[in-house]
Every structure is written in C-alpha cells, then in structure tokens.
C-alpha cells in the first residue's frame, strides 16, 4: 500500500513539473492541465472553466469540444453549487445526489474544485465527471486541489499579462495621440508666426504704396476734368479704374493680414439676416432677383464680432449673386442642431448658415482653391474675399464648407459654435 502511495504521490509531481506555463500558451497549459487530472483520477472527462454571472465557458479539455459546447448555463448545475459555496463538491452518484445540480448527459459521478484568486473569489473550476458511480478519495480531492492553484495561477498570471498589454496599447496610442497634438501645435506655432512676419511686411508695403497710389488718383482725376481728346479720355478712364482697383486690393491684403482681433457682442443672427438682405437689395448684382432669408420661429443668439460677421455673410451672398443667372432667387437658411461629436461643451450648439444659388456648378477641383488667397473666378477679383472670410470664421470657432453640382447649383455652408442660452 505505502509502495502504491509512493508511485501515486511520485506521478503527481512528475505531471505537476512537467506543466510549464507560457503567458501566451494558456490554453495549451490548461489543457495538460485536464489530462493530468483524468490520468491520475481515471475519469471519462475533466474541463477547466471560466465562470461569469450565471455563465460558464469551457476553455480547456481533455476530449474534443464543439465550438458550440464551450459557453454553457451555470444554473441548475453542479458546478454552480461549487462557485456558490467556493469548495470542492464530490457527488459519487447523481440519481442518489440530486440536490447538488445536474451533471451533463451520459455521467453519474463528478469532483469538482473551484479556481480562486488570491482575494478569495472564485473564477472558475476544474470539473471532472465519470460515466459510472464512484466514491471519491480526500487525496484525490487534495489533488485536484494542487492542480487548481497551478491553473488558477496561469489564468491570473494571463489576465494580468493581458491587462499588461490591453495598458501598454492605450499608452502607445496615447503617446502617438499627445506626440501627434504637439507636432501639430509646433507646426501651428511656426505657421503663426510665419503668417505674422508676412502680415507685418504686407501692411509694411500697403501703407508704402497708399500714399503714391493717392499722389497718382489726384493727378489723374486733375487730367480727367480737362478737354482731352476721345482716345486720351478712354485712357484716362481705364488708369482710374485701374488704380481704383489697385486700391482696392491693397486694403483686401491690409484686410487679410491684419490679425483678427474680435469685439465680441450678443445679438440675433435672425435680426443680423434681415439687415444684410436690405443692404444687399441696393447693390447692382442683386437687382431683379430674390434674396429669401428663412429662420425659425425663435431668435439665434450668437456671441461674435457683429461687423465681422456681417462682413462674411455679405461676401458669400454677393458672390452667390454674382454667379448666379438673373432673376433666380438666393436662399439663406440657418438651422440650429446639437452635434455631439463636434461641439459639445455645455449649453453649447452648431448654427449653419446655408447660402445657396443656382448658377453653374463649380468644378470639384476648383473649390479646394477658392480659399487661397489670390485665386479668383470673377474678373477682376482680387481672390481675398473668401480667403478673408475664412479667416474671420476661424477666429470664431467656426468653418467654412462649400459644395456644388448640377442639380443643387452651389451650396456654401457657414458653421458657427454659439451659446443658445439667452441669459448668457
């Protein structure tokens, strides 16, 4: 008997240092883990378990499984009696041991023995059931015993490597995330500074040709009062033009580079609307047509620089004149929504302001240019005007996005961040 016992205790800890775990190789460690322990007991089957809630999730056998045998219902079964009472569970024949659960199809006998953590709770079993009655043995309880803290402690070691890694991953992409933020600040830093060397030269030289550019406006119009001949008037004309342009474009560029420094106020965007429609009814390009301003029913407070606001809808809508055939209407349109994804501090909405026309539609590869500054389609243009207004919309939080085609005509999208509380 005490020969039997030596061989017996000899071949456990022959299978018990033969188990070698590898944080990745888990489930191979579990599944010699189920066969040692069928080799030593000589039961039909052994499993180890995970379990959750009232779910349990076969990760290791010594016999085949079916994907679709893996994750069974804890409830009603032995091994559920083994998680609630966190100890081991003989149950020597199921016909006369009904109250501790049910055993699968096919098998009368089972020993089962919880995984704990080091805190004491349980997160799975090691079962091992027998297809006829038998009685257990306390060595062969205290065995399985040995083998459940060997497993327990792969699968804590796993989830801890697991965490490990799930932590190391959200590191990295953080660090990729920050280091991306601060490259991207660095080059917006260098191009500030960049624009605000080129806005100081360009009002630099502005200021230096306005005071020419007058000297010359004055001696032209002193010739244009005079009796000259009809070719010498044309040309008088044409120069005045000329320099009126010219004039005109040095305080787009002086407009352009100044830094957009805003005097923020609280007014309607609705009221703001309707003053710009009266205005525009006066100029050329609206002539003829209708300029339909459509709001809801409850004022759109908005907190901005009023005239440089005003500015930017008067721009995109005379533009939307100027391409649009005559006699078709322009339509404005704002629409208050609250998308979470793009502003979503407190209190805080998106207003759009829709100016659409029904001209011929833009090339697609164009409407990426009609924000640089120098590039125009109208001529004439100075090619500032759009690129102005992005810039005013930039310094209040807000974009620009513009959309053509043929059904639609041209669309220009004008989004801004604003508070709707009217106690703000």
């Known amino acids: 008997m005490a020969d039997q016992h030596w061989q017996k205790s000899h071949k456990i800890l022959s299978i018990l240092a033969s188990l070698s775990c590898r944080t990745k190789d888990l489930r191979n460690y579990l599944e010699a883990v189920a066969y040692g322990v069928s080799e030593l007991l000589m039961m039909d089957w052994t499993v180890v378990t995970l379990c959750k809630e009232n779910e349990e999730q076969l990760i290791a056998s010594n016999l085949p499984l079916d994907p679709e045998d893996r994750v069974c219902d804890l409830h009603g079964t032995v091994t559920h009696t083994v998680v609630l009472t966190r100890q081991p569970l003989c149950v020597n024949d199921v016909r006369e041991q009904p109250e501790f659960g049910e055993l699968p199809e096919g098998y009368l006998s089972y020993l089962g023995v919880p ?58 992409e953080e660090v990729e995330k920050r280091t991306a933020d601060l490259q ?32 010359i406006k004055m001696g032209l119009n002193y010739f244009f009062k005079l009796a000259l001949p009809a070719a010498a008037q044309e040309r008088l004309t044409l120069a005045l033009e000329e320099a009126h342009r010219l004039e005109m474009l040095l305080s787009e560029i002086l407009l352009y580079a100044k830094p957009q420094t805003l005097n923020k106020s609280r007014f309607d965007l609705n009221f703001l609307g309707l003053e710009i429609q009266h205005i525009l009814e006066d100029l050329p390009e609206a002539q003829g047509r209708a300029i ?15 005239d440089k ?20 209407p322009i339509t404005c349109t ?12 407190q209190n805080l909405q998106q207003v759009t302001v829709t100016i659409q026309n029904w001209g011929e539609p833009i090339p697609a590869t164009e409407i990426p240019k009609l924000t640089q500054p120098f590039y125009s389609r109208k001529p004439g243009g100075t090619g500032l005007g759009l690129a ?12 620009l996005e513009i959309y053509s085609n043929q059904d639609e005509g041209t669309r220009v999208l004008i989004q801004l961040k604003v508070e709707m509380d009217e106690s703000g």
């Open 115 to 172: 995984l704990c953590t080091l805190e004491g709770e349980v997160m799975g079993t090691i079962c091992s059931f027998n297809m006829q009655p038998r009685p257990f043995h306390p060595t062969e309880v205290e065995t399985v015993k040995l083998f459940a803290e060997r497993a327990a402690t792969a699968i804590d070691n796993y989830l801890l490597y697991q965490a490990q890694q799930d932590f190391n991953q959200r590191l990295t």
């Open 388 to 399: 102005i207004v992005e810039r005013i919309l930039a310094a209040h939080q807000g974009r």
């Open 184 to 215: 991207q600040a660095q080059h917006q830093l260098v191009e500030q500074a960049r624009l605000a060397a080129i806005g100081e030269f360009a009002t630099m030289i502005v200021h230096e040709l306005r005071n020419p550019l007058t000297t």
């Open 309 to 328: 606001l005003k500015q930017v809808f008067f721009n995109v809508i005379q533009n939307a004149c100027e391409a649009a055939p005559a006699h078709t």
């Open 292 to 306: 339909m301003w459509q709001t809801g029913p409850q004022p759109v407070w908005i907190k901005g620089d009023r």
């Open 334 to 345: 704002i629409q208050v929504n609250n998308p979470a994804h793009r502003f979503n501090q």
